[in-house]
Structure formats: structure tokens, C-alpha cells
């Protein structure tokens, strides 16, 4: 009976200390986690930053940050981000295609989440031809 409760408690321990070590990760707060450019013109290259503080302990390192299509360029904060700090992600999406968009970037760090999904949303229309006046 001993040996039982002293393997619980061991095993209670574990967890305990596991989930302590879980809060002092570092971890993400977005002011926004999508981004609703509106209607843009075509062959318009448009950018909107993504500003994030890190609400853990530990410093927040971005591993990575990937979109998911070619026509989106992401640039992110390369160094760490200590605990109370704002980091940025700045997203340059290029207009080619008259059509409505949806894309998701892939966010990989060190964080208690480690990875996170923002999206930009937004409808690309044609440019209208100049008009020309005639005399």
C-alpha cells in the first residue's frame, strides 16, 4: 500500500511540475489574428502588420512563419521576444488575380501554442481603364 501511494504522489508530482513548466513558456497575444484588406486593385501589392506581445516567461522565438501560397511574402521579428515585449509580422500580399482571397500564414515558435494561423481576407477587382476624353 505504501509503495502505491508513493508511486501516486511521484506521479502527481510529475504533473504538477509539468504544468508549472507549461505557464512559464513564452506565448503569443495578436491585437489581430485576420486581417480584412477590403477591396484591393489589381496588380496592387498590399501589406498589413501583425503586432504580438509575449505574455510568457520565457523569451518567444519565431522558428518560422510560412504562407501558404506563393503570392504572400511574410517578414517577422528574427531575434527573441522577452516577456512583455511586442514582436511584429509583417505580411505583403501580391494582387495579381482578380478574385476573393483567403490566406493562412503558419506561425511556428517556442511558445505554450506552438503554432498559430493568421489570415488575410479580402477581394482583389479589376482595374478600371483610364478613360480617355475625345475631342
Given at each position: ?10 506521479v ?16 503569443f ?19 498589413t ?32 521576444v ?12 501580391n ?9 493562412t ?18 477581394e ?12
Amino acid at each position: 500500500m505504501k509503495k502505491l501511494m508513493l508511486i501516486c504522489a511521484v506521479v502527481l508530482g510529475f504533473a504538477f511540475t509539468a504544468t508549472a513548466q507549461d505557464n512559464e513558456k513564452a506565448e503569443f497575444k495578436f491585437n489581430e489574428e485576420k486581417h480584412d484588406f477590403g477591396k484591393i486593385p489589381q496588380g496592387t501589392p498590399v501589406t498589413t502588420v501583425f503586432e504580438f506581445t509575449n505574455i510568457g516567461k520565457e523569451p518567444l522565438i519565431l522558428t518560422d512563419v510560412k504562407p501558404t501560397c506563393g503570392c504572400t511574402i511574410a517578414d517577422y521579428t528574427k531575434t527573441p521576444v522577452k516577456s512583455g515585449e511586442k514582436g511584429l509580422i509583417k505580411i505583403t500580399y501580391n494582387a495579381a488575380n482578380v478574385a476573393p482571397f483567403n490566406k493562412t500564414i503558419v506561425v511556428t515558435s517556442n511558445a505554450k501554442t506552438p503554432t498559430k494561423y493568421l489570415n488575410i481576407v479580402g477581394e482583389v477587382i479589376a482595374k478600371t481603364p483610364a478613360t480617355s476624353s475625345s475631342k
